[in-house]
Structures are given as C-alpha cells and as structure tokens.
C-alpha cells in the first residue's frame, strides 16, 4: 500500500529525493516549484518511509502526512443561497485541501427545508463518482434528523457536519454549522481537525475494502501510464485526479480512444478500467479487482 | 440592537441570535434596529420574526461628505462619490465636471455655494425597510418560503414556514405583536 505526503522545501539537491522516489517505486502525484521553494506530493511504497525520511532530512526539507491525498471529496450543501454558503462551506474545503484531498463543492437544487428537502437522482449519481462525501448542515436538531434520512441513500462513505454538539447521527460531527463568519478561532480550527481526522477513518475502512480485494493496478501507476502518452499541458490545472478505485481523467470525447489502448503490462486499459463519461467533469476510469481481470504483468 | 430568540433547544436560541445579529450588522442597520424578537419551532416547523424599528440616522448632506476648495468641491468618503455626482448633475447638468476620483468641479458664486452644501446625497430612511427585509430574510431558513406579513406601525412582523400558515399561527402571532409592543 502507498503512503503520500508532502515535501516542502528547497531546490537543493531535490533531484535527488526524486530519483530515491522513482528508485523505490513511488510516484510524484504533483510537483509545484517556485522559484526556489519546491512542494511535491509523492505516493511510496509505507515500509519505505524511513529511507524517504532520512533523505529529506539530508535536504533539510519538511515532510508532513497527508492523510486525505489520493481522494476526491465533494462538500454538499443544501443550496448555494446565502444562508449556506459561503460560510463554512469554504473552510471545510480548504482544510480537506490542506490535507490533501481534492475537493469539490455542490449545492443542491432542493436541498433546503424540513420536509421539503430532496435529493435528485442526477445529484446522487455525481455524489457517487466521488470518494466521500460531507454534508454539510444547519443548527436545527429536528431538520437535521429529517434531511439525514434522504442522505441515506448515498452508496459512498459520508460525514454529516452540522451546528448543535450532541446529535445522535451516524457519521455526525457537531460544532461547524450555520455561521456569519470565518472558522479562525483555535477551537474551530479543532472542530476542524477532528472532522478531518473522523474523515480520514472513514475514508481508511473504505482502503481496507479495496485492499482485501486488489485492484488490477494502482491508479497512481495508471496515472503515470497516462502521463507517458498523454503529458500534461502547460497550466493545466490537474488533468488526472486519484481516487480509491479509479481515477478521473479530465479529457476530451476524442481522446477517449486513445486512453482506452494504453497499454500496462499485458492488458490494455480498456481491459482492466471501466471507462464512463462523468456525470460532472472528464471520463471516469474505475478499475476492476485483479480477481476480475486476471494479473496484468 | 436587542436580541431575543425563544422556542428552540438553548444551542438553536444562541446560534440564531448571532446569526440575528451578525446579518443586521452586515447590512448596516443594526443602529436603526431597537428591538429583534425570533420565535423558532423547528417541530412544525414555523419561523417568527418581529423587528422594531428605531430612531434612523439623520440624511447625509453634502457638506458631511465633501470639502469645498475653489470652483471644486473634495469628496472625503468615496463610498458616496457616485451618489454626489448624481445629485449635482441632476440640478447643475453641465456646469459639473469630474476632475478625478475624489475631485469634482463646480462653478458657483457664494449665494449658490451654500445651497449646494445643504443637497441631500443619501436618506437612510429612503431603503431602510427594504434592508431590513432583506436582513429577515437571510435570518430565517431558506426552506420557510411560505411568507405572512403583520403590519404593525414601526415594527416588521413575519411568520414563515414551508407549509401553509394557518390561522391559529396568525393568531398566535398578532397576540404576539401586541403583547410586544406594549412591552418593548
């Protein structure tokens, strides 16, 4: 199993770090260099961390844990109207940022209210081509109770966050809901941390699922095939986002063909993904167990 | 501004107190507010908010808001420069010129100098009602759509829900407005 974190420091000696990261089977997931400050997300094999540790202690850079990279999250909100967003919806984003998730955010179209509250079958759907899900809701115990029961139905895992502390839900964290202003206080940046951490469980259960049964290939390694026939274009902002299962590759209708006859290994990609239009944004790539398509090298 | 909020759990009446008066504070109305009383039933659910109006700042005139220099006149708060512009071209047309961003020429003699400074660039009473009405309706739940008025002299009263309001509800509600009127 792959961990990833984050290397922040200099250009000194940086080729280096990534010539032990390539040398030991990891991958860059993304590389940032500004001038003389590089950060770079990198995905190595776990029972490597210490050579990797040891090495950026050499280049005397930081390395910090990323426990949500590799995910894609979408924030949901009952409507986008300003009684929802922008506060928290912002904060819950950026802090899943900070920790290395990419993060969507999504508004339903009849979200709001108590008994009017419904979710469509479309937005299920794009809530489902993401890793987990955070729904994010208001102050009122008895709505809450009430809106929960159609979140339901979502087959991904999912945190409920909401305002009033004690809520007997499944999946619910208390102390982020209606608010008039920023989450910049230490307490709230606590709440914070806790909803990442409960995130980071939930998302783990789901890995170890993953893992029981093994997918064909890595997304990080079909990531990098990807790369090799179709590199990215200058300021492109993420063309390959990592999921759990499967990648989202950001792609036009003719250029699916070439992605289907990428070869890895044995077997061509359309052999061992699933390749699906996404309901929101590029071509979904779900890759099936190795149970299912057989050993690919 | 005085805030009251009753009838939902203790965390619900905090929650919806700041957010009362976070949102009037936002709009700039708070000094113009005397009183806030919010009635939640998250049961029902039905949502009532009585708001007393009080005493509202006095107009702006030009001279509260420029420095006059010769055959000019400096604004000295930008936020109103285009509130300036349009009272004085509308009763001087031509003769006004914008200099620059904080300069605006105008030739006048003494007697007409005067009358400029008492123009009036902004009557806070002339949208205090719709900012209000705007602030209420950031308060209370998006899904309570369904919307019944209580015109009370000075006082905005509002019950709202997402089912249809009953007459017990304006009932309730009047009876209310009364007790608080006499009361606040």
Redo the contacts between chains.
């Keep these: 199993m792959y961990k990833i974190m984050m290397f922040e420091g200099g250009v000194y000696k940086f080729n280096e770090l990534r010539e032990l990261i390539e040398d030991i089977g990891g991958f860059i997931v993304q590389e940032l260099v500004m001038q003389t400050d590089t950060i770079l997300h990198m995905a190595f094999p776990e029972e490597e961390e210490r050579e990797i540790r040891n090495k950026v202690k050499e280049l005397g850079g930081k390395l910090i844990d990323l426990p949500l990279a590799g995910t894609e999250i979408v924030v949901v909100t ?2 986008l ?4 967003a922008v506060n928290p919806l912002c904060d819950i984003g950026e802090y899943l940022r900070r920790k290395g998730a990419i993060t969507n955010m999504m508004g339903l179209a009849r979200g ?6 419904q979710i469509t079958a479309e937005e299920k759907m794009i809530m489902e081509e993401c890793d987990a899900v955070v729904f994010v809701f ?6 809450m109770a009430e809106k929960a029961k159609i979140f339901d139905a979502v087959n991904v895992p999912y945190l409920i966050v909401g ?3 004690d809520l007997e839900l499944e999946h619910y964290l208390g102390g982020i ?2 608010r ?2 920023r989450m910049r206080r230490k307490e709230e940046f606590d709440t914070l941390e806790a909803m990442a951490s409960k995130l980071g469980e939930i998302l783990d259960e789901r890995r170890k699922e993953v893992e029981e049964d093994p997918l064909a290939a890595s997304p990080l390694f079909i990531k990098e095939l990807i790369e090799l026939v179709m590199p990215p274009k200058a300021g492109e902002d993420l063309p390959i986002i990592i999921h759990l299962d499967g990648l989202r590759v950001i792609i036009d209708e003719e250029e699916v063909a070439r992605i289907r006859d990428i070869e890895g290994g044995k077997k061509k990609l359309s052999e061992i993904c699933e390749i699906k239009k996404s309901l929101y944004r590029g071509y979904l790539l779900k890759i099936l167990p190795e149970a299912v398509t057989g050993s690919v090298f | 501004m005085e805030v009251k909020v009753e009838g939902g759990d203790d965390f619900a009446n905090t929650s919806y107190g700041k957010i009362c008066q976070d949102t009037f504070r936002d709009l700039g109305v708070r000094t113009s507010i005397d009183h806030t009383y919010l009635y939640i039933d998250p049961k029902e659910p039905v949502f009532l908010i009585s708001v007393k109006i009080g005493r509202v700042a006095s107009p702006l005139k030009v001279r509260d808001v420029t420095q006059p220099e010769i055959d000019k006149l400096k604004i000295t708060d930008e936020k109103f420069a285009p509130k300036i512009l349009a009272v004085l071209w509308d009763k001087y047309g031509a003769r006004v010129h914008q200099i620059g961003r904080l300069e605006i020429g105008l030739k006048v003699d003494e007697r007409e100098a005067e009358a400029v400074k008492e123009l009036v660039v902004y009557d806070p009473r002339e949208d205090l009602i719709p900012r209000i009405l705007d602030g209420i309706d950031r308060i209370l739940p998006e899904g309570a759509r369904v919307r019944y008025p209580i015109p009370s002299p000075r006082r905005i009263t509002i019950i709202a829900s997402e089912n249809p309001i009953g007459e017990e509800w304006k009932k309730k509600a009047e009876e209310l407005v009364r007790v608080l009127g006499d009361d606040v």
């Design positions: 009952p409507s109207g300003k009684h929802h709001v209210g108590k008994r009017i509250a208001g102050n009122l115990k008895e709505c305002g009033p502390p809901g209606r008039t202003d």
